[in-house]
């Protein structure tokens, strides 16, 4: 793993804080219990949503490797995300506190 990319889902328009949250956790516990050597590549998640004139958005950093079948899973859940630029590329070392917290495997 030496670059990561960016992905932000959307939340639904009108959708709270709150409730899209719940959605995220719903979908990340989905991903931990039935794709955890994919979840694995997932290495951060944003502290905070992004207020946009759309919407929240909320970021994560993964493996570049996993982006198809997070499409996919994603997808499949029914989120929206902005299109993922493989060009906008992090390191492991610029996902730091308190911009990131990176996730627990």
Do not use: C
């Amino acid at each position: 793993m030496d670059e990561l990319i960016r992905i932000s889902l959307a939340a639904e328009p009108g959708e709270s804080a709150s409730d899209f949250g719940s959605r995220l956790s719903q979908f990340w516990t989905h991903m931990l219990r039935n794709r955890p050597n994919d979840f694995e590549r997932v290495f951060a998640e944003a502290t905070d949503f992004e207020s946009t004139p759309h919407g929240l958005r909320r970021h994560y950093l993964v493996e570049y490797e996993v982006l198809p079948i997070l499409e996919a899973e994603l997808r499949a859940a029914g989120f929206q995300y902005d299109p993922i630029d493989p060009n906008d590329t992090y390191s492991k070392y610029e996902a730091v506190a308190p911009d990131w917290w990176q996730i627990e495997h």
